[in-house]
């Protein structure tokens, strides 16, 4: 599977922007996904996963109440709606194939497959 990875750019502070990761060679109807990120000088971090039919979603701490993960199975595409931006949210962000009918609650490990990822900067 290929997991391509866009919709970054350069937003102002308290703005929004939608990530969207494609993927190819592969269906992810029934994969868990998930969303990451590495912030300059950061440790990767977890932002939000969804389960593999979309019942369940965990967020980070750090996102929760602003960042809303979405999948679309028909279109084999997973977003990340990312609102009320931070300059801390400033990251390169990933998107991750899970396991198979996997829940949203996985450790990282699990997430085998992952796209390039896509530069979100946000400016204060």
């Known amino acids: 599977v290929q997991l391509q990875a866009f919709g970054g750019g350069l937003v102002q502070a308290g703005g929004s922007l939608r990530l969207s990761c494609a993927a190819s060679?592969?269906?992810?109807?029934?994969?868990?996904m998930g969303w990451f990120r590495q912030g300059p000088g950061k440790e990767r971090e977890r932002v939000a996963t969804i389960a593999w039919n979309g019942g369940s979603t965990v967020y980070a701490a750090s996102v929760k109440g602003r960042f809303t993960i979405m999948r679309n199975n028909a279109k084999n595409t997973v977003y990340l709606q990312m609102g009320s931006l931070k300059s801390e949210d400033t990251a390169v962000y990933y998107c991750?194939?899970?396991?198979?009918?996997?829940?949203?609650?996985?450790?990282?490990?699990?997430?085998?497959?992952w796209g390039q990822g896509t530069l979100v900067t946000v400016s204060s």
């Open positions: 991750a194939l899970g396991p198979a009918f996997g829940s949203a609650n996985h450790e990282d490990y699990l997430y085998q497959y």
């Open positions: 060679g592969r269906s992810i109807n029934v994969y868990a």
